[in-house]
């Protein structure tokens, strides 16, 4: 976990999202359709409604074999089990369990697939309807001895460092570049790791997109977030 592990040396460039450009992990404010021809992106989940309403067996399984405090989301794709660092970005952690609470995250999306690069959700709702945040922004906490390798959950936000609010992403491979530097260039806050459930990471990663932008990258049939749940 440590941020410059010897065998996790390799340092993302961005070129799969810009030519080498830095992109921003934040917000967009593209209101959904259009697409070509009048086609409707993303299309509406074809199974719109949970399938179960727990966690597996399995994922509680990992849940229990963690020291950390645990969260259990289940996706259209499957079933994500995710250890939160909460000693590490203090912050970052409490805000997202006021989150998960509150039930902000049922029924929501992965909006944003960007193949081998991030999946980012916790914004919108069917339809992209943009979701308003519940609760204020808050502190950057990237400066934690945390890198975004592939697998951890880290807060996107807007340009301004202390800007994140309910919006997060999963890093689909070793993303250092998105690390914290200096403070002139902070980076992405990560507070937590999959552990269980890599597999639904890297079905959410290859399905088909549609790109209406640089960040703007969007599944053609919506990735839906069914619930999250804390586990302990």
Known sequence: ???RLAALSFVLTLAACGGGVGVEIGYHDHDGGGGGGGTQY?????????????CSATGLAASAASKWGTVCM????GEIVVELYDTYA???VANFYKYVSAGFYTKTLIHRVDR?????????TSGMVAKDPLYAPIKLESNNDLSNLRGTISMARRSGADSA???FFFNVVDNTSLDYKSAADPGYAVFGRIISGLNTLDAINVVPTYNYGQTDIQPRTEVLVYWVQRLK
Request: aromatic residues 6%.
């Open 42 to 54: 993303p299309r509406p989940n074809p199974t719109p409604n949970a399938p179960t309403l727990s």
């Open 116 to 124: 081998d690069f991030v999946i980012q959700g916790g914004g919108y």
């Open 74 to 77: 289940l996706t259209s794709n």
């Open 165 to 167: 609010t309910s919006q």
């Open 90 to 92: 203090p912050q970052t």
């Open 1 to 3: 976990m440590l941020r």
